[in-house]
């Protein structure tokens, strides 16, 4: 099991280095009169710091290496 976690924990990591963030379009109301409605597309955007990607990718290599070879 700790392998496993510790696999997806590299895989994690390996992503969060080449993609630093993402961005999506949200549609948000600006005038709600009514009957009358105004709503605009707005992009937001979340992002991380590169080390943080490092960090999960390294405690992934610890986890996978210290566990147990049970067959």
Known sequence: MN????????????????????SYTKKEKIVDAGPIQISADKEKSVNWPPYAGGIILIAGVIVFVTSKNRK
């Open 3 to 22: 392998r496993t976690i510790g696999i997806v924990l590299m895989v994690v990591g390996i992503a969060m280095l080449i993609w630093t963030g993402f």
